[in-house]
């Protein structure tokens, strides 16, 4: 008997231990907050209704068992009125308690007043995410920074294809639609880095097309816009190698990049103003030397699908001055 119920419980937990970083259950905003308490309602429901099931289910194989001396067919109902109610209102309960608070949730969210919200304007393309800050004159990429306890209005565009926001911890999940404005607002509780993703199919690229956010206090945030409205490209002292690389980025990678956060700045790849702060390489490798020249190398093998072209005509040192010159474009 201990054996068996030795090998249930490992059983239970294989499966409990994949869903052990479930990030939808550990929110750090207050509407995920909020949409967790629906989702343990509507857990709580279905429980009940599971263990309700399994018990007759029990119940009707013991009462029905195959035994000498007994019809192996219970006795056929037909038009039973109060069986009928019983199925047919009991559903109905369960599904009002659960819709009662989903839509006052759901309209009360459409009823908040957005006056002193922030505003962010999100564009998706195939395979990476713009951040527009308009009432900073500010732009950024890959990861989006927010100050703790501010309520976030989402603007969400798309260059191309449909893609759609989701950062589980924080809550909420929003389509981004070609030639279309949708809405989706955030507010941070915790100050922390939180991973974000496209929760869309939107070509080869989708499974990397991660995005980062970052909240942080307000002194914190103020700092890093600060930061994004200096020019990158004077006044910083460089060592031979990264001069020689800021030459080069010049040369092959200006037409897209930009290293002056400004929104005038702003240019068809994404923003590298604050590169050398970003935890990861396009979202997907980890922001080190050797992962940098992987990326530049071939953009392509790292995330298939990448609108960057592989450079043409750089030698090996080529690459590493440049990746030292973008790892100097922090705070
Ligand atoms: C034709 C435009 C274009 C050119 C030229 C170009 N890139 Fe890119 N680059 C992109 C695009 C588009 C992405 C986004 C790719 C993605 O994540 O899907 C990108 C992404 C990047 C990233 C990752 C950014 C991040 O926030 O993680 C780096 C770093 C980068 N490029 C560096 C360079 C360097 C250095 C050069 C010059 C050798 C260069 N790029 C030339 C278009 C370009
Ligand atoms: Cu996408």
Not at 190 to 212: D, L, N, P, V
Request: glycine share 6%.
């Amino acid at each position: 008997m201990k054996k068996i119920l030795y090998l249930f419980s490992s059983f239970c937990l294989l499966f409990i231990s994949g869903c052990s970083s479930i990030d939808v259950l550990n929110p750090k905003g207050s509407q995920g907050n909020e949409q967790l308490s629906l989702i343990k309602l509507s857990i709580y429901i279905m429980m009940l209704v599971i263990i309700v099931v399994v018990a007759l289910f029990i119940w009707f194989v013991y009462k029905y068992r195959a035994r000498p001396g007994h019809q192996p067919f219970p006795r056929q109902e037909n038009r039973n009125k109060k069986l009928e109610i019983t199925w047919t209102v009991l559903p109905f309960i369960l599904l009002f308690i659960l819709a009662v608070p989903m839509v006052k949730s759901v309209f009360g969210e459409a009823q908040m007043d957005n006056s002193k919200a922030m505003k962010i304007k999100v564009t998706a393309s195939e395979f990476w995410w713009k951040f527009e800050y308009p009432e900073k004159g500010v732009v950024t990429s890959q990861e989006l920074h927010l100050p703790k306890d501010q309520r976030v209005v989402l603007e969400l565009h798309s260059k191309d294809v449909i893609h759609s926001f989701w950062v589980p911890q924080l809550g909420g999940k929003q389509d981004l639609i070609p030639g279309r404005t949708n809405k989706l607002a955030i507010t941070p509780e915790k100050i922390g880095t939180y991973q974000g993703k496209c929760a869309e199919f939107c070509g080869t690229g989708h499974s990397y097309m991660r995005f980062t956010v970052k909240v942080d206090s307000k002194q914190d945030y103020e700092k890093w816009l600060d930061h994004m409205k200096k020019d990158q490209s004077s006044g910083q002292k460089l060592s031979a190698d990264e001069t020689e690389g800021r030459k080069l980025f010049g040369k092959n990678c200006l037409s897209c990049h930009a290293t002056s956060g400004l929104t005038g700045a702003d240019k068809k790849g994404p923003n590298l103003t604050d590169f050398g702060d970003r935890d990861h390489v396009a979202g997907v490798l980890k922001n080190t030397p050797p992962n940098l020249k992987q990326w530049l190398k071939d953009p392509e093998k790292v995330k298939p699908g990448s609108h960057m072209p592989k450079p043409e005509g750089l030698s090996e040192h080529d690459y590493t001055a440049l990746s030292h010159y973008l790892q100097t474009l922090k705070k």
